[in-house]
T-cell receptor, first 109, second 117 residues
Framework: GQNIDQPTEMTATEGAIVQINCTYQ??????LFWYQQHAGEAPTFLSY??LDGLEEKGRFSSFLSRSKGYSYLLLKELQMKDSASYLC??????????WGAGTKLIIKP | GAVVSQHPSRVICKSGTSVKIECRSL??????MFWYRQFPKKSLMLMAT?????????EQGVEKDKFLINHASLTLSTLTVTSAHPEDSSFYIC?????????????FGPGTRLTVL
């Protein structure tokens, strides 16, 4: 079956760095996406990785290792507004997104 | 950027009534649109995949007669929840796929909060 695993909840301090991990097992792979979702809102796109390595975009970076079925989202210089759920999703061979359950990130002052 | 809108953003209805939710891609053509349902503290659940001009493909366990999907044009898909019941109360989110090079990305609408009394 297809499976996406990520931690349920993480806590970090404002100004610090946090890494959210995601492991996946899917039928086929056409890229891995990270989305941010604030409570009561739809997900918003953060990053896309299809090749191994690190993609940096401002305070957010995303890493992919296809051989390990592993990705992480790195958030630097955390701000209170970064408190949200972070969803990992993999596009399978049918170009459909398979979703993780999301990681709730709590930022403390 | 690619923008997807949903209407209404919030709806409250009585049990037994039908509710229509619209999903529009505003500045691009979407040959494929997806309808998701999200339960509190759970991942997005794909309900159906909608292709323009053809019947929607429903995921296992989703009642096609209850959740009617119409994808009439390259920019509009509608989801109609028929004879809604309280257990249908949920957050419904649509997304539209834009094929751009190697990036097959989905752009999400803002979601519709449905409350059935």
């Amino acid at each position: 079956g297809q499976n996406i695993d990520q931690p349920t909840e993480m806590t970090a301090t404002e100004g610090a760095i946090v890494q959210i991990n995601c492991t996946y097992q899917t039928s086929g792979f056409n890229g891995l996406f990270w989305y941010q979702q604030h409570a009561g809102e739809a997900p918003t796109f953060l990053s896309y990785n299809v090749l191994d390595g690190l993609e940096e975009k401002g305070r957010f970076s995303s890493f992919l290792s296809r051989s390990k079925g592993y990705s992480y989202l790195l958030l630097k210089e955390l701000q209170m507004k970064d408190s949200a759920s972070y969803l990992c999703a993999v596009m399978d061979s049918n170009y459909q997104l398979i979703w993780g359950a999301g990681t709730k990130l709590i930022i403390k002052p | 950027g690619a923008v997807v809108s949903q209407h209404p953003s919030r709806v409250i209805c009585k049990s037994g009534t039908s509710v229509k939710i619209e999903c529009r891609s505003l500045d691009f053509q979407a040959t494929t649109m997806f309808w998701y349902r999200q339960f509190p503290k759970k991942s997005l659940m794909l309900m159906a995949t909608s292709n323009e001009g053809s019947k929607a493909t429903y995921e296992q366990g989703v009642e096609k007669d209850k959740f009617l999907i119409n994808h009439a044009s390259l920019t509009l898909s509608t989801l109609t929840v028929t004879s809604a019941h309280p257990e249908d109360s949920s957050f419904y989110i649509c997304s539209a796929r834009r094929l751009a090079g190697d990036l097959n990305e989905q752009f999400f609408g803002p979601g519709t909060r449905l409350t059935v009394l």
